[in-house]
């Protein structure tokens, strides 16, 4: 973790745009937690248009959500959101109405990767 | 929030199937909770044959998830899960084995939606 | 419940493999439960190459995320984990790095399967 799925209806993102994203979230999430960049999962979900809907009707959302360990302040996991709505509405031109950001949480000692059980939260780091 | 996942096999939904769920489930939530309905967002997933299993067996499993805000009583949600079956079910044509309805939550404060993170749920509205 | 997602680039896994990898699942969660199977639904997640990235850089995430019931202690999850991590990495010949696997949790009030709002979880079962 973090697992980032960013959802999207075709032909929003280039490869190019994906990349650039997906590199800006990654060096993003490593300065705000001191993680090492492997850890930052990220996966596009691309659509076609008309499977996806805003107040009921056929559009285009540019939906992005998160999911780390628990542990974070209220107060760092509002930088976070924000950051990442600053991050996907410039990438992707979606109006407000069309995002949304969501960061969901698990334990630690609910996730693995490298081969291990992941380790608590440590302390707060701080934003650079 | 909402965001509603719909995943089901291709070809279980026309387009206008999807439509028709997509503006029941957004009058719905807008009727149950008193939001604009801008704020109700809804991805349809839809995976070839042979993607989707039940009991280790390839199936049509039809599967709505929904993100919400934490806060709403346990009442509020036993409604709205039987509530959304009801009408997977019926805009699928799914049997109940093919079927799981799960509502999943996060804070307010870790959602951002019209450039703005989400208020707290205030109160409990009731289902019109 | 459980929803399964299994996350790999395309041509990851043929759908012999797929199946091969569902049923193994399945059987373990059931061994490790005593759910009857119907109630363990699987979904394959297939991205194109250059929609998952790692570290930044396109990559092969081969990302397992479960949802299950509130209840069970952090031990049983914690095996749950490491088993899903040896049989994801067996079948998907990932490396440490690719992999994520995720264990999410919602109340059983707030999942519903065959028809009926799921009963909590009963007690501890043991893995066999």
């Not at 994906?18 to 937690?33: N, Q, S, V």
């Not at 979900?45 to 540019?62: C, M």
């Amino acid at each position: 973790m973090p697992l980032y799925t960013i959802s999207t209806e075709e032909g929003v993102f280039s490869p190019e745009a994906k990349l650039a994203l997906a590199w800006e979230i990654t060096d993003f999430h490593c300065r705000l937690t001191g993680l090492d960049k492997d850890f930052v999962k990220i996966i596009f979900n691309t659509f076609p248009n008309g499977d996806g809907f805003v107040g009921g009707k056929v559009a285009a959302p540019a939906i992005l959500t998160v999911l780390i360990r628990i542990g974070r302040s209220a107060d760092y996991k509002k930088k976070m959101a924000l950051e990442l709505w600053t991050m996907i509405q410039r990438a992707s031109g979606a109006r407000d109405a069309q995002m949304l950001v969501a960061i969901q949480e698990a334990p630690a000692s609910q996730a693995m990767e490298m081969g291990m059980i992941m380790p608590d939260v440590d302390g707060e780091p701080v934003l650079v």
